[in-house]
């Protein structure tokens, strides 16, 4: 402890000056304890109050897809420009150096494969492991409208109430069966059962009509799913939409590791995303990244 010589006694209160109380950057997350809002403010730059994710958690399902056939070589270098990582725990464990200090998001629901019926998932990773990983956010997937639309919401309220015990942050992925209509009124739907019943955020699909109702009505943030490959412009476009429309930032997988120039694609899309610049001077700062290689 420190020793007793030189002590002396607090004069500099400032009683005129209350200690500030300002709310959390992000909405619907001020009551949260302290670790939960560390955790997000790590996930979310706390000045643009939105994040770019990159989603690498493909294989959990579908195995190698294109892209993703080696983590090592083709997401490594690529991962240090994203705001954070979503994998599983075999990639992090098995690929992902220790010294990475980019927040994870870890996947914690699976169970089926391409082959089966995709929405028949349970808890594939307890809390303790998410714990011993020093992740900052368990990702659940949730099939609203699914055959096993019961099992999925209550694999996330399971571990919604593991996460709030211990501290951290579920994120709700809204999966759509290739059946459903992708419009507003079912992703109001999704995306509203899924924080009524406790997700910290979301991740949804960017809609062109009604997208705006969606965050709207959704009292957490939600993040847009990035979906399959689609060309650069319509991608940074999609982005910028779905930021000024009120979405928390973008989880964008094979839109960037599928790129031509993946660094230039994530740079470009933080920039849309951080900087709200307009997809066509995103798309010039990625094609001039991109020839300078």
């Not at 958690?57 to 420009?81: K, S, W």
């Not at 009509?209 to 799913?225: H, Q, R």
């Not at 910028?240 to 740079?267: E, H, T």
Request: glycine fraction near 10%; hydrophobic fraction near 40%; aromatic fraction near 8%.
């Amino acid at each position: 402890m420190a020793d007793m010589e030189g002590l002396t006694e607090g004069k500099h209160y400032h009683l005129d000056k209350p200690q500030a109380t300002g709310g959390f950057f992000l909405k619907g997350c001020d009551s949260l304890d302290w670790g939960m809002k560390n955790r997000l403010a790590r996930i979310f730059n706390p000045k643009s109050g939105r994040t770019v994710m990159l989603a690498i958690d493909h294989g959990y399902f579908q195995g190698p897809t294109t892209g993703l056939e080696r983590v090592d070589i083709n997401i490594m270098p690529i991962a240090p420009y994203a705001d954070t990582l979503m994998l599983t725990r075999g990639i992090l464990r098995s690929v992902v150096p220790a010294a990475y200090t980019k927040p994870i998001v870890l996947r914690v629901s699976g169970g089926t494969s391409i082959l089966k019926e995709l929405s028949n998932e349970e808890i594939a990773v307890g809390i303790e492991e998410a714990i011993r990983l020093n992740v900052c956010a368990m990702a659940v997937q949730v099939f609203i409208g699914g055959e096993f639309e019961k099992q999925s919401i209550i694999n996330m309220t399971k571990m919604v109430d593991m996460g709030n015990r211990y501290g951290i942050p579920t994120l709700a992925v809204t999966a759509v069966g290739k059946d459903m209509a992708r419009d507003a009124r079912y992703f109001r739907l999704a995306t509203r059962i899924c924080a009524e019943l406790g997700a910290t955020y979301i991740k949804s699909y960017y809609i062109e009509k009604g997208f705006e109702t969606v965050t709207a009505s959704c009292p957490v943030p939600i993040v847009m799913a990035g979906g399959k490959k689609i060309p650069e412009l319509d991608a940074l476009t999609m982005a910028y939409n779905a930021v000024q429309q009120g979405a928390a930032g973008v989880d964008m997988g094979r839109n960037i590791f599928q790129s031509q120039s993946p660094v230039a694609m994530l740079k470009a899309i933080k920039a849309v995303v951080h900087e709200n610049e307009k997809p066509e001077k995103a798309l010039d700062l990625y094609n001039t990244m991109k020839r300078e290689g």
